[in-house]
């Protein structure tokens, strides 16, 4: 009785805050899901039903398999669990298959693989520092952490809403990046080469593993001034990391590479025949971007200046996946896209080449990557924000200029999700948990930093204040007026402006906080 | 207060739960022909909408009384009329006379839950934000963990967004009255309080211990003068609101008279179905129903109800604090739902275990979900299982009586820790049986009587602790000064 009234009582507030949301997991079962629930349907037929061989080549749903084998063998062991609730959702043919059964399994299998974020979780809160903490126990960084990453509202959304498996992969990445902190590199190495192979997407972070792993890793020791010490290489560690990649990969792509399906792999796994956008813009530099071509073409038509034949018609947001051509800017290939990212990436790569602040600098160098690649890369989803926002929130229970910068970023990268969920019996939650989250985010992180000046001055207010009456223009009054029908894509296009606007502004403020930080000979605290 | 933010994320938890609840099925869903209680409710305001006011509690071609007739005051009516005026211009086939019987649609089914979030919003959430925030004695942390544990609580939720009804407004009400009453605002208390009667005759229940509290304040102040006239102001205000409420009514005698036997129907017997109610229970052993004639069921359930309140009730008219009061009002409560007449299961908001009736509206994952985060939030906010001594519990001054007798009375708090662990064990276990396993063919409602008999008692024990904590508070408060 008193070992469960310790357990229940003030100490562990963190299985509290876990056990709370998993519950609020749980009441969000009943609502709707995207295509992606077909897509993780199909995909757990697929692996049960067929061999290997086939895994790659299956296209009777138009939802390929897309992911690196390490997903696809996540998927087949879950199928051995599946296979207990309803055996109907592993045929292949059974498209769109969605029994009750089915979507309890799929739920509860997003929720109970979470426990690994929840470990991550736990781990990241051992590697902050508390010397800034009041007795308060919601005033300490650890517990404003927890909730901020726990109760993330964008993970929340995306992953027990829209239906996605990022909590678990978010959970590597943030495991990784707790290993790197405590310093132990083989372990952050091998979770993060493991990552790569559940999915993808997680190259656009792999630059600042790649140089901070060889600067700090594999250079043992510094000069007194900060550069880098050239002698006191260790080829033993870079082997060892070789090794480590090499074996990890081996492991994911061996059998593919045996079967000579290595180029059906890749050509899956990197489908360039897709837009420069998603149908819905992901805030970034290329919505801006066409935004201003978009203004432009009008403008040019109003003016006589552009023949209106030759413009092609439909609105580029008009739902659908294509390649179209910019009228008056001109056209984004691939190409400029990965170039205009590596130029992006460099001068953060080259920050942590040459100032390195240890483990921190690697953190910040991380979220770089993933911000620019965000903002420069091809077809980038708006999901893809959450790379940033979470390891974001790290940094943002440290310094006061770090909080401000994630408030900004998270609050407008979060709105971006908002039309992920289009559904009316929706529309209360997403804006009741959006609430919640930045209302509780923005005070306590006020609340920790309220011996520094103010978080935000007063164009970021005004600019956060102004996402309300977005919304409310978005989603209540524009329904109703008559430019629905002819101008229907402008809720999308204002929401994708808008949130650019602001994560553009982020980006360059974390940017200038980087560039302009003393290297780490001149820092008393590392 | 200073801890605004926490008291907001309180407030918008308790929303997102709500709501997240009101996406489930509701009562009779798909079930013609009689549906539920969510049809019951459209109904209603189908009823009030295109029936002129005189029609609205009779029989006649236009409203069949045994189709969900209109049985509670006419505060939920003027409530289901406005509703109409929104439903009318969202969509007038949802409230078209005779034709839209049974009507259920995903649009409807949203119109219906935002308005009862709308009335929660509005009535009940505010009072319990300032409920809170006006507790003495308690740190800003205890508060908050306070409107947690409120706003979390599963019946309330279950009931108004699963099952589907209007519980929140007379119960928002109903707390409005208790903060006027037990801050000296004893007029807007009283009016809150008659809505709160008006728009649910189910809120009686609580209506002798605000008598007796407010007669107690009155005798404090002196009969003979400003006591006296404490006591007029009052009773104006009481008349004048029920007068306001029931005007279109008063007009004929007819009217008021078939208004009062839709509100009370004392034809029907002493219970129906299965509610964990004294006589439910009891009939396990004894067919009480069939024995005795009914007008001496009524007199039996009647003297039973008013003996069990009346120790409270006298002892809050003499020593009157807003303490005592909120015990009253609990035990009031208590004893009219186990020993009164006709109760029905939804009558028990105070603590409750519906499972069966939660189970046919197929809600099974809601309720569980919601019945463990409130006992988590509960046991994380005030320490439940650590807080067992006597002091604690309140129990002090009467184990110390009872000392006199029996110097070996100080077993009482793990006497208490005990039955709590014993009372949990048996409803996780009552709840499993209940829904995995299928009762024997002999006892087909075994699950549900044994549910019911369970709930009993732990009523039952309830009771009697909570009228032990009225009867034997009264000398350590009044020798200190302070009022809590």
């Known amino acids: 009785m008193a070992a469960l009234g310790i357990a229940m009582g003030g100490g562990n507030w963190f299985s509290a805050l876990v056990l709370g949301v998993t519950l609020l997991k749980c009441l969000l079962i009943p609502t709707y899901h995207s295509t992606d629930f077909e897509v993780h349907r199909n995909w757990l037929a697929i692996t049960h039903s067929l061999p290997i061989s086939q895994w790659y080549y299956e296209a009777t749903s138009e939802w390929t398999l897309d992911y690196p084998p390490f997903f696809a063998w996540f998927e087949y062991a879950l199928s051995h669990v599946a296979k207990h609730f309803d055996q109907e959702m592993l045929n292949v043919h059974n498209l769109n298959y969605a029994s009750a059964k089915t979507l309890l399994f799929q739920r509860f299998s997003v929720i109970f693989t979470d426990a690994l974020f929840v470990y991550a979780v736990h781990e990241c809160c051992k590697c902050i520092d508390g010397k800034k903490a009041g007795k308060e126990l919601t005033e300490k960084p650890k517990f404003i952490l927890s909730v901020l990453l726990l109760w993330n509202f964008g993970l929340l959304i995306v992953d027990h809403i829209h239906f996605q498996y990022n909590g678990f992969l978010f959970g590597l990445m943030l495991l990784s990046i707790a290993r790197l902190l405590q310093k132990r590199h083989m372990e952050g190495a091998f979770l993060f080469a493991v990552?790569?192979?559940?999915?993808?997407?997680?190259?656009?972070?792999?630059?600042?593993?790649?140089?901070?792993?060889?600067?700090?890793?594999?250079?043992?020791?510094?000069?007194?001034?900060?550069?880098?010490?050239?002698?006191?290489?260790?080829?033993?560690?870079?082997?060892?990391?070789?090794?480590?990649?090499?074996l990890v990969s081996a492991l994911s792509l061996g059998p593919f590479l045996a079967l000579n399906q290595l180029p059906q792999v890749f050509s899956r796994l990197f489908p360039f025949k897709r837009g420069l956008c998603h149908a819905y813009w992901a805030p970034n530099f290329w919505a801006l971007y066409n935004a201003l071509d978009k203004v432009l073409s009008v403008i040019g038509v109003k003016w006589k200046l552009l023949d209106p034949n030759k413009i092609p018609k439909g609105a580029m947001t008009s739902g659908l996946v294509q390649q179209f051509q910019h009228t008056v800017l001109p056209s984004v290939t691939p190409l400029a896209t990965l170039i205009c990212t590596l130029i992006a990436i460099l001068p953060s790569v080259f920050c942590l080449w040459f100032k390195p602040q240890g483990s921190r600098g690697f953190l910040r160098c991380l979220i770089l990557c993933a911000l620019s690649s965000f903002m420069f890369g091809w077809h980038v989803h708006e999901k893809a924000i959450l790379l940033a926002v979470l390891p974001m929130s790290l940094l943002s229970v440290g310094k006061?200029?770090?909080?401000?910068?994630?408030?900004?970023?998270?609050?407008?990268?979060?709105?971006?999700?908002?039309?992920?969920?289009?559904?009316?019996?929706?529309?209360?939650?997403?804006?009741?948990?959006?609430?919640?989250?930045?209302?509780?985010?923005?005070?306590?992180?006020?609340?920790?930093?309220?011996?520094?000046?103010?978080?935000?001055?007063?164009?970021?207010?005004?600019?956060?204040?102004?996402?309300?009456?977005?919304?409310?223009?978005?989603?209540?009054?524009?329904?109703?007026?008559?430019?629905?029908?002819?101008?229907?894509?402008?809720?999308?296009?204002?929401?994708?402006?808008?949130?650019?606007?602001?994560i553009t502004y982020a980006w360059f403020k974390l940017y200038v906080s980087v560039l302009t930080d003393p290297p780490a000979g001149k820092t008393k605290k590392q | 207060m200073e801890k605004w933010y926490l008291m907001t994320t309180v407030v918008l938890i308790g929303l997102t739960v709500r709501w997240t609840v009101?996406?489930?099925?509701?009562?009779?869903?798909?079930?013609?022909?009689?549906?539920?209680?969510?049809?019951?409710?459209?109904?209603?305001?189908?009823?009030?909408?295109?029936?002129?006011?005189?029609?609205?509690?009779?029989?006649?071609?236009?409203?069949?009384?045994?189709?969900?007739?209109?049985?509670?005051?006419?505060l939920t009516a003027y409530h289901s009329l406005l509703c109409a005026y929104v439903a009318k211009f969202i969509n007038p086939d949802w409230i078209a006379l005779h034709t839209s019987r049974g009507y259920e649609s995903q649009a409807h089914k949203l119109f219906m839950r935002t308005t009862v979030l709308i009335a929660d919003l509005l009535v009940y959430i505010p009072a319990v934000v300032l409920y809170c925030c006006c507790l003495k004695e308690m740190s800003t942390k205890k508060k908050i963990a306070n409107a947690l544990c409120i706003l979390l609580y599963p019946g309330l939720i279950l009931i108004d967004y699963g099952h589907f009804q209007y519980n929140s407004v007379s119960l928002g009400f109903a707390l409005w009255g208790v903060l006027g009453v037990s801050y000296d605002w004893d007029l807007l208390g009283s009016l809150a309080f008659c809505l709160a009667i008006n728009y649910k005759q189910m809120e009686l229940y609580h209506s002798l211990p605000?008598?007796?509290?407010?007669?107690?304040?009155?005798?404090?102040?002196?009969?003979?003068?400003?006591?006296?006239?404490?006591?007029?102001?009052?009773?104006?205000?009481?008349?004048?609101?029920?007068?306001?409420?029931?005007?279109?009514?008063?007009?004929?005698?007819?009217?008021?008279?078939?208004?009062?036997?839709?509100?009370?129907?004392?034809?029907?017997?002493?219970?129906?179905?299965?509610?964990?109610?004294?006589?439910?229970?009891?009939?396990?052993?004894?067919?009480?129903?069939?024995?005795?004639?009914?007008?001496?069921?009524?007199?039996?359930?009647?003297?039973?109800?008013?003996?069990?309140?009346?120790?409270?009730?006298?002892?809050?008219?003499?020593?009157?604090?807003?303490?005592?009061?909120?015990?009253?009002?609990?035990?009031?409560?208590?004893?009219?739902?186990?020993?009164?007449?006709?109760?029905?299961?939804?009558?028990?908001?105070?603590?409750?275990?519906?499972?069966?009736?939660?189970?046919?509206?197929?809600?099974?994952?809601?309720?569980?979900?919601?019945?463990?985060?409130?006992?988590?939030?509960?046991?994380?906010?005030?320490?439940?299982?650590?807080?067992?001594?006597?002091?604690?519990?309140?129990?002090?001054?009467?184990?110390?009586?009872?000392?006199?007798?029996?110097?070996?009375?100080?077993?009482?708090?793990?006497?208490?820790?005990?039955?709590?662990?014993?009372?949990?064990?048996?409803?996780?276990?009552?709840?499993?049986?209940?829904?995995?396993?299928?009762?024997?063919?002999?006892?087909?409602?075994?699950?549900?009587?044994?549910?019911?008999?369970?709930?009993?008692?732990?009523?039952?024990?309830?009771?009697?602790?909570?009228?032990?904590?009225?009867?034997?508070?009264?000398?350590?408060?009044?020798?200190?000064?302070?009022?809590?």
């Open chain 1, 400 to 502: 006061a200029e770090d909080a401000s910068i994630f408030l900004i970023l998270t609050t407008t990268g979060h709105y971006s999700l908002f039309p992920l969920l289009f559904t009316a019996p929706e529309l209360p939650i997403k804006i009741l948990l959006m609430l919640l989250f930045t209302i509780y985010s923005i005070s306590s992180l006020k609340t920790l930093f309220r011996k520094e000046k103010p978080l935000f001055n007063w164009m970021e207010t005004f600019y956060l204040l102004g996402l309300g009456p977005l919304e409310v223009f978005c989603e209540f009054v524009f329904p109703f007026t008559s430019w629905k029908l002819t101008y229907s894509f402008i809720p999308l296009f204002l929401t994708s402006v808008y949130c650019a606007v602001g």
């Open chain 1, 195 to 246: 990552l790569l192979h559940f999915k993808h997407i997680y190259l656009y972070v792999a630059p600042a593993y790649g140089i901070y792993l060889l600067r700090s890793y594999c250079f043992t020791a510094n000069k007194p001034d900060g550069s880098v010490r050239w002698n006191s290489f260790s080829f033993v560690r870079l082997i060892s990391l070789g090794l480590i990649v090499f």
């Open chain 2, 210 to 484: 605000f008598f007796c509290f407010l007669l107690g304040k009155c005798f404090k102040k002196g009969l003979k003068g400003k006591g006296f006239v404490l006591l007029i102001k009052l009773a104006c205000t009481v008349v004048a609101s029920f007068i306001l409420c029931w005007l279109p009514f008063f007009t004929e005698r007819e009217q008021t008279l078939q208004v009062l036997r839709r509100l009370f129907p004392v034809d029907r017997g002493l219970f129906e179905d299965k509610v964990a109610n004294v006589w439910c229970s009891f009939s396990v052993f004894l067919k009480i129903k069939d024995i005795l004639p009914h007008h001496m069921q009524i007199m039996i359930s009647f003297c039973f109800t008013f003996l069990s309140l009346l120790p409270a009730c006298i002892k809050l008219i003499l020593q009157p604090s807003p303490k005592a009061f909120k015990f009253t009002l609990v035990t009031c409560a208590l004893s009219f739902f186990l020993f009164s007449f006709q109760v029905h299961e939804k009558s028990i908001l105070l603590v409750s275990f519906m499972l069966p009736l939660l189970l046919k509206d197929e809600l099974l994952m809601p309720s569980v979900v919601t019945m463990v985060a409130f006992f988590i939030a509960c046991a994380t906010s005030f320490s439940i299982f650590e807080k067992t001594s006597e002091e604690e519990l309140q129990l002090k001054s009467f184990s110390i009586s009872v000392r006199k007798y029996l110097p070996y009375f100080t077993f009482l708090p793990r006497i208490i820790q005990h039955l709590f662990l014993i009372s949990i064990i048996m409803m996780v276990l009552l709840t499993l049986m209940t829904v995995t396993l299928d009762p024997p063919q002999k006892l087909p409602d075994l699950f549900s009587v044994l549910v019911c008999f369970v709930s009993c008692l732990n009523f039952l024990f309830f009771l009697v602790y909570f009228n032990i904590i009225i009867m034997w508070d009264s000398k350590r408060r009044r020798s200190q000064k302070k009022i809590s």
């Open chain 2, 22 to 74: 009101s996406l489930n099925s509701y009562s009779g869903a798909g079930k013609p022909p009689m549906f539920g209680d969510y049809e019951a409710q459209r109904h209603w305001q189908e009823i009030t909408f295109n029936l002129p006011i005189k029609q609205w509690y009779f029989n006649s071609s236009d409203n069949d009384l045994l189709y969900w007739g209109l049985d509670y005051p006419p």
